[in-house]
């Protein structure tokens, strides 16, 4: 069975972008346009990683974050931050909170599916693909 990655952030167009390039290498994925959502399907789907925007409508990356790293249900789901907020404090905030790894947008799509395949172990993933 292909790894669920739930892709939480609410621009459209980074959404499909991230799902084109994912789905490609065989992952399952699925979106949340806000962070109550985002917790929502954390919960009801249990992805196998969350690659979280910091500034959603709602609650913020930081919160959602926050409460995942708190329900037993979603506390062991490896989460990724990618955001604009590229601040040291920032990223030493998510990172204590719990995110496995930050990524700043501007992104590189192979970058974030590298990343993704190092915290899932998925060697499929490591292998490069053409668009």
Do not use: C, W
């Amino acid at each position: 069975m292909s790894p669920t990655i739930l892709i939480a952030d609410d621009d459209p167009l980074l959404v499909k972008l991230v799902d084109y390039r994912l789905s490609a290498r065989g992952y399952r994925v699925i979106a949340a346009a806000d962070g109550e959502s985002a917790l929502a399907r954390s919960a009801a789907e249990r992805p196998d990683l969350i690659v979280l925007d910091a500034m959603m409508p709602s609650l913020d990356g930081f919160e959602v974050l926050r409460r995942l790293k708190k329900a037993a249900a979603t506390r062991n789901i490896p989460v990724l931050m990618l955001t604009a907020r590229k601040r040291e404090h920032d990223i030493v905030a998510a990172l204590s909170l719990g995110a496995r790894d930050y990524l700043a947008k501007p992104f590189s799509p192979e970058e974030l599916a590298l990343r993704i395949g190092n915290i899932l172990g998925d060697s499929a993933a490591l292998v490069s693909h053409q668009a």
